[in-house]
């Protein structure tokens, strides 16, 4: 599975990004996606996850009622919707995939990069 992303770029507090994820190469439908992050000097840390029909979504805490995931088969592109972005919210954004199909995404389960786009959120 090959990851492209797309989206990144500089905003205001406040304001709203829309990052995007083209998967291409296996059939990416059968995997679950999703979205980390990682700031100057943090770990990378988790920020959303959707899974292979799309049912269900998962978030971490630092972005929970901010921040939605989608996904469209057809065009097999992940959306992550980032809204009232903070300073703290700025990062490099990786897409991801976990190494197998029918696999529940997270920092162990991951098998697959994007190489990441910048956020940048000014104060």
């Known amino acids: 599975v090959q990851l492209v992303e797309s989206g990144g770029g500089l905003v205001q507090a406040g304001g709203s990004l829309r990052l995007s994820c083209a998967a291409s190469g296996r059939t990416s439908s059968s995997y679950s996606m999703g979205w980390f992050r990682q700031a100057p000097g943090k770990e990378r840390e988790f920020v959303a996850t959707?899974?292979?029909?799309?049912?269900?979504?998962y978030f971490g805490d630092s972005v929970k009622g901010r921040f939605t995931i989608s996904r469209d088969n057809a065009k097999n592109t992940v959306y992550l919707q980032m809204n009232s972005l903070t300073p703290e919210d700025t990062a490099i954004y990786y897409c991801?995939?976990?190494?197998?199909?029918?696999?529940?995404?997270?920092?162990?389960?991951?098998?697959?990069w994007g190489q990441g786009t910048q956020v940048t959120v000014s104060s």
């Open positions: 991801a995939a976990p190494g197998r199909p029918y696999t529940i995404l997270g920092l162990t389960t991951v098998g697959y």
């Open positions: 959707i899974s292979w029909t799309g049912g269900n979504t």
